[in-house]
T-cell receptor
Framework: GQNIDQPTEMTATEGAIVQINCTYQ??????LFWYQQHAGEAPTFLSY??LDGLEEKGRFSSFLSRSKGYSYLLLKELQMKDSASYLC??????????WGAGTKLIIKP | ETGVTQTPRHLVMGMTNKKSLKCEQH?????MYWYKQSAKKPLELMFV???????ENNSVPSRFSPECPNSSHLFLHLHTLQPEDSALYLC???????????????????FGQGTRLTVV
């Protein structure tokens, strides 16, 4: 079966760095997405990786290793507004999105 | 208005009621989706409409009935729901592309804020 694994919850301190991991097993691969979802709000797109390596976008970076079935989202200089759930999703060979259950990130002052 | 809007934001309904969820996208996209989001579970894709034609129906019970009258509007008609259907229902849209009958969807999806549904 197809599976996406990510930690259920993480806690970090304001101003620090946090890495949210995502491992996947899917039928084929057509890219990996990260979305941010604040409580009660819509998921919003953060990043898309289809090739191996690191993609940097401001305070957020996303890394992909296709051979390892592994990605991480790196958040630097954490701010209180970064408290949210972070969803990992992989597009399989049929262009179907397979979603993880999300990682709830709690930022403490 | 911009983006994807959903109404209502909250809905409480009895098991014998009939109600509809509405979604509207102002992004000019050609694909729309209904997702179910339950606490601590992955997003579940329910229906996909591509160019107003339903292309996927992931074993969703018949008490959920989608309708896509045009590329900007999507409805989810609900009837005789069960308490376990209580969840956040999210609508999304994206731009599909492809040729020779092969559809590509590896573009970002834009989500509405969802309808929080409670079945009592």
């Amino acid at each position: 079966g197809q599976n996406i694994d990510q930690p259920t919850e993480m806690t970090a301190t304001e101003g620090a760095i946090v890495q949210i991991n995502c491992t996947y097993q899917t039928s084929g691969f057509n890219g990996l997405f990260w979305y941010q979802q604040h409580a009660g709000e819509a998921p919003t797109f953060l990043s898309y990786n289809v090739l191996d390596g690191l993609e940097e976008k401001g305070r957020f970076s996303s890394f992909l290793s296709r051979s390892k079935g592994y990605s991480y989202l790196l958040l630097k200089e954490l701010q209180m507004k970064d408290s949210a759930s972070y969803l990992c999703a992989v597009m399989d060979s049929n262009y179907q999105l397979i979603w993880g259950a999300g990682t709830k990130l709690i930022i403490k002052p | 208005e911009t983006g994807v809007t959903q109404t209502p934001r909250h809905l409480v309904m009895g098991m014998t009621n009939k109600k509809s969820l509405k979604c509207e996208q102002h992004l000019g996209h050609n694909a729309m989706y209904w997702y179910k989001q339950s606490a601590k579970k992955p997003l579940e894709l329910m229906f996909v409409y591509s160019l107003e034609e339903r292309v996927e129906n992931n074993s969703v019970p018949s008490r959920f009935s989608p309708e896509c009258p045009n590329s900007s509007h999507l409805f989810l008609h609900l009837h005789t729901l069960q308490p376990e259907d209580s969840a956040l229902y999210l609508c999304a849209s994206s731009q599909e592309w492809g040729s020779e009958g092969v559809v590509r969807r590896n573009t970002e999806a834009f989500f509405g804020q969802g309808t929080r549904l409670t079945v009592v």
